[in-house]
């Protein structure tokens, strides 16, 4: 009776778990990178919301969450981007919208680009995909080795507010990151250094440029693990786009501010339907 488990299918040999919920035009949600994530867990507060307008479609991507994955599976972005696509594929999904959060941000950028006839709307947020130096927080994320200490000190990097993190929000995340094999793979994408995978998730400035879909970029401006400087510069470098930042807000913005992220994030993508 997992709520992390939702329904499962083959993508081009990737097992996929996800969550398929509502009906209209498709949007996909991308989940962020840190130990132990998952599509539900990352999406939960925002799918049924979004559900009342929208298809909402969240997987976990490959390394992420109960996908399972071959043993000899290489980590990059070319791959999560032909895992994407292969799951829009299989679900015979021609065209959808797509929002992307952190790492899932980067994601979303590279789909928007490589793919632009079949992305309609991108929302990034607190997104990696553009150049930035490493931060402290995000060493951590990546560096995560297992411990109920280390998972506190990690979320409260990712909260502005720290009465959030609850000892059993910190326990479920904790158990969720040392599930068998989890870790394994969890330690295998992003091993120190750990400045060259901010690059290797990077889109170049001219391909950015070039992106044609209406895009919303949000932010906390608190975030200690992914730059505020990083929306400004998708701001700047994207023609058609937008910024909402929240303060008192770190890098949980669809939890943090959920109600207002869901209103917004929902407004925008129904522009796309007027």
């Known amino acids: 009776m997992n709520p992390e488990i939702g329904k499962s299918v083959d993508a081009a040999g990737i097992l996929t778990n996800y969550h398929d919920h509502g009906e209209g035009e498709a949007v ?3 989940h ?6 998952s599509a539900w867990a990352n ?7 979004l559900a009342n307008d ?6 976990d991507m490959a390394g992420f969450g109960f996908t399972e994955i071959p043993d000899d599976y290489e980590y990059s972005m070319d791959a999560w981007v032909k895992h994407a696509i292969d799951f829009l594929d299989t679900l015979g999904i021609e065209t959808c919208s797509v929002v992307g959060n952190s790492f899932g941000g980067a994601l979303a950028l590279a789909l928007s680009i490589r793919y632009p006839q079949r992305i309609n709307r991108t929302v990034l947020m607190g997104s990696v995909g553009v150049p930035f130096e490493l931060t402290t927080g995000l060493d951590k994320v990546w560096g995560y080795t297992p411990s109920l200490e280390n998972m506190r000190e990690l979320m409260d990097f990712f909260a502005y507010d720290n009465s959030l ?10 158990q969720a990151a040392a599930r068998p094999g989890v870790q394994e793979k969890f330690s295998a994408m992003f091993p120190a250094p750990r400045q060259r995978w901010v690059e290797a998730m990077e889109s170049t400035e001219t391909a950015i440029r070039a992106i044609r879909q209406p895009t919303l970029i949000i932010h906390g401006r608190d975030d200690r693990v992914i730059p505020l400087d990083n929306a400004y510069k998708l701001l700047e470098w994207i023609n058609y786009s937008e910024l909402h930042v929240f303060g008192r807000c770190g890098h949980w913005t669809q939890i943090e501010h959920a109600a207002s992220f869901n209103y ?3 407004e925008f993508l129904m522009r796309g339907n007027s």
Do not use: C, H, K, Q
């Open 54 to 59: 929208f298809r909402v479609l969240a997987p």
């Open 32 to 37: 962020g990178s840190g130990p132990g994530v």
């Open 165 to 174: 993190i609850t000892d059993d929000l910190v326990e479920m995340r904790y």
């Open 28 to 30: 996909l949600l991308i």
């Open 264 to 266: 917004l994030v929902n």
């Open 43 to 49: 999406w939960r507060i925002n799918i049924p919301f």
